[in-house]
């Protein structure tokens, strides 16, 4: 092309006309078959090529990438997966232990690879040797690509390119992360699920950062990408105000998870209630009956196909919450803003009257009219409580403790909503519905069971939500319009904190100096940038001291500040 790339696709082996067995992205890993090894050192070994190899891909080839870097080809010089799995396993097949059903055999079925679904059924226990060769969890150590992830809150494999991003980095320090309030579907849109986020949802030009990402990496460009915060998130909230000062807007760091953020507890009670005070007498437990052939719905959530509806933040109040199997704990009105930002847990004390069943979590945002928006959810086979590798069956009618991984999110609770937490055994069709009878894994097992499930509070028995709490008086966010010409630019400081961001988004390519004012108006620092296409972010204040400052932007026609606080 005019920037003097050459553009190579690679064909998963056995689809759109390429040779071989297709067998469901198990091909490019590490094992006997290596394709994306192997196809990246066959493109280092051609004449037009000068030994710097970069990637790109969404979805399956995001796949591919993560795969790609195991393998450790010598020439893998830098890779972009987006919305792509580290772990074929633990973020695409058997989530939480459980068959992930509907995207599974629909996207086999579609590529015509179900004979594969059989093979599968024969590996619903993780194996190291069968699903290690596509399992990056298992070898980061081997891995030495810098990698620009990029996923969304609602996308199938959220929590796996988190987990790379933060696993590489801690080791590699050369990867960046990106994660805006999207869908598989709805990538860089606003209209996601039943909500609409404001036009802040739009990442500006995703393309413009990943030409970035492949300049500075191939040719060596000095852009200053690798200057910018390593993270870039957005942080969700209520969509029905048009007021962005504590959510609905980006928010930058270097590290993954926010060193700021800190657990919570919110403890289940039998009433209903979902309270930061534990159980501090015996409440009587919770039951309901999980009957497999009359399964929970799947309403929204990550999924991608398979399931109708539509995916992302959908209101479950109808559809899931009126059930008699579903068990609804809800905190009173907020009195004030609750910022969760990162992982999920759950730490459940519960009985089956059978030798397996599952736990389906929800986590949702009530809005004051009584929706009840889907902002993460989990599942966890209970046989698979101990671990992944082995079978545990339970003891009928025996309380145990499952600790169940709700995955990640980043969303305000605003003042008058309410959080809330559901507790069901079936989220059918994401999931395969567990028949119970704790045999074999068998797809659509005509064997079914009633199991009649308990929920447990009490002092011994806490069940409760270990929510990661993020103080908004951290975000710290000042909004300054300036104009340029005839068009818009926004400028943004982000504080307090250790270091300063900055934020501005333009309609065009310029040169600009930023400049750290103290309240003195002494300057602390400065720094020439070039701003391109969409958001450009920038760091400064890593040696000033704590105190209050301007950041000032300072072009060929137009000034314009911000103040911000930086704290030590």
């Known amino acids: 092309d005019r920037r003097g790339y050459i553009y190579v696709g690679q064909n998963v082996r056995g689809t759109h006309g390429s040779e071989g067995l297709a067998q469901f992205l198990l091909t490019d890993g590490w094992g006997e078959e290596r394709d994306g090894y192997d196809c990246i050192e066959w493109i280092a070994a051609q004449s037009w090529c000068d030994g710097h190899i970069g990637t790109r891909g969404f979805s399956a080839p995001g796949c591919t990438q993560y795969m790609g870097s195991g393998a450790h080809p010598p020439h893998f010089s830098c890779a972009i997966p987006q919305a792509g799995n580290p772990s074929h396993y633990h973020h695409l097949h058997f989530q939480g232990g459980e068959f992930r059903k509907a995207f599974v055999e629909t996207w086999a079925q579609g590529q015509g690879q179900a004979h594969m679904l059989d093979t599968f059924e024969l590996h619903a226990v993780y194996d190291s040797v069968w699903w290690g060769r596509v399992d990056l969890t298992s070898r980061w150590d081997s891995v030495q690509v810098p990698m620009l992830h990029n996923t969304g809150w609602f996308d199938l494999f959220t929590d796996g390119q988190i987990e790379a991003f933060a696993e590489l980095n801690r080791r590699l320090g050369n990867q960046k992360l990106v994660v805006g309030p999207w869908t598989h579907h709805t990538w860089n849109q606003r209209e996601v699920g039943d909500l609409v986020f404001p036009s802040s949802a739009r990442f500006g030009s995703l393309n413009s950062w990943f030409t970035r990402w492949h300049d500075y990496w191939l040719k060596g460009d000095s852009n200053g990408i690798m200057q910018e915060p390593a993270v870039s998130f957005y942080l969700m909230g209520d969509c029905d105000t048009q007021d962005t000062s504590l959510f609905n807007h980006w928010i930058f760091s270097d590290t993954w998870p926010l060193p700021e953020v800190e657990y919570r507890s919110l403890y289940l009670h039998s009433d209903g209630r979902l309270d930061t005070l534990p159980p501090n007498t015996f409440e009587m437990p919770d039951t309901f009956v999980y009957d497999p052939n009359d399964p929970c719905p799947t309403i929204g959530g990550r999924e991608f196909t398979g399931v109708p509806g539509g995916y992302g933040p959908k209101d479950q ?230 105190g209050t400052y301007f950041v000032r932007a300072v072009a060929d026609n137009w000034t314009g500040a911000v103040k911000t606080v930086k704290v030590d």
Request: with cysteine; net charge neutral.
């Open 317 to 546: 109040a109808l559809q899931v919450e009126s059930r008699e199997d579903v068990l609804v704990y809800t905190t009173d009105v907020l009195l004030e803003p609750v910022a969760v930002v990162g992982k999920v847990l759950l730490k459940l004390f519960a009985s089956s009257d059978r030798y397996d069943t599952d736990w389906a979590i929800r986590l949702c945002d009530v809005y004051p009219d009584g929706r009840s928006i889907l902002m993460t959810d989990n599942i966890l086979k209970a046989r698979h409580r101990h671990g992944w590798d082995r079978e545990d069956s339970l003891v009928p009618n025996q309380p145990d403790t499952f600790n169940i991984d709700v995955w990640s999110t980043a969303n305000v609770f605003n003042t008058g909503h309410r959080i809330r937490v559901s507790i069901t055994s079936s989220n059918f069709p994401r999931f395969e519905n567990n028949p119970n009878n704790g045999g074999r894994f068998r797809r659509n097992d005509p064997n079914k069971l009633v199991a009649t499930n308990v929920v447990y509070f009490s002092p011994g028995t806490p069940t409760h939500l270990e929510l990661p709490l993020y103080p908004l008086g951290g975000v710290g966010v000042e909004n300054g319009e300036l104009r340029m010409s005839n068009e818009r630019l926004r400028m943004c400081a982000f504080g307090p904190g250790p270091v300063i961001r900055v934020e501005l988004v333009s309609d065009r390519s310029c040169e600009c100096r930023l400049e750290l004012v103290d309240a003195a108006g002494r300057i602390a620092e400065t720094r020439h940038v070039r701003l391109l296409p969409g958001p450009c972010r920038f760091t400064l204040g890593r040696e000033a001291r704590a």
